[in-house]
């Protein structure tokens, strides 16, 4: 996994329009059937290389859910990372990621409401020059005032 930045915590304070921060990672068969063996998400299409060249989409793709899985990692792990809460999130799934693509999740600060510690955040993930999923988040961030 590659991030553009170290891990911890940027407190709300800390906070501006326009910061984003990025993770990429590679989708691996072990990635798809840990998420399958997790969330008892066990349709073929995940799993079943017959089946799923049956499918529209010719081949097995990695749940949607485990993609979006990267945005909670940026969200946690970076901006605003330790300690945010998520209030919300929305979510469209535009492409498949198949094993072996390499996901670029980003997260982009669109607006901050300082009395209330929440932050939106536009969000979506990439492949190659593909949008493959995007939305935006809802979070409470943490604030020095609480440390």
């Not at 008892?40 to 485990?66: C, S």
């Not at 492409?95 to 072996?100: I, L, Q, Y």
């Not at 390499?102 to 901050?112: D, K, M, Y």
Request: aromatic share 4%; with cysteine.
């Amino acid at each position: 996994m590659l991030d553009n930045m170290p891990r911890g915590t940027i407190c709300i304070e800390d906070l501006e329009i326009g910061m984003s921060r990025h993770l990429r990672k590679e989708v691996t068969d072990r990635d798809i059937e840990l998420f399958a063996e997790v969330s008892t998400d066990r349709n073929p299409v995940h799993l079943d290389d017959d089946y799923a060249r049956d499918t529209i989409f010719e081949g097995r793709i990695a749940h949607g859910m485990l993609t979006a899985g990267l945005i909670s990692a940026v969200i946690g792990e970076q901006l605003p990372g330790h300690g945010t809460v998520y209030l919300g999130q929305s979510l469209k799934f535009l492409a498949p990621v198949r094993p072996g693509d390499t996901v670029l999740a980003e997260v982009t600060v669109t607006a901050i409401e300082h009395a209330k510690r929440r932050v939106t955040l536009e969000t979506r993930c990439l492949v190659g020059n593909t949008t493959v999923l995007k939305g935006e988040a809802l979070v409470l961030a943490p604030s020095r005032k609480f440390d």
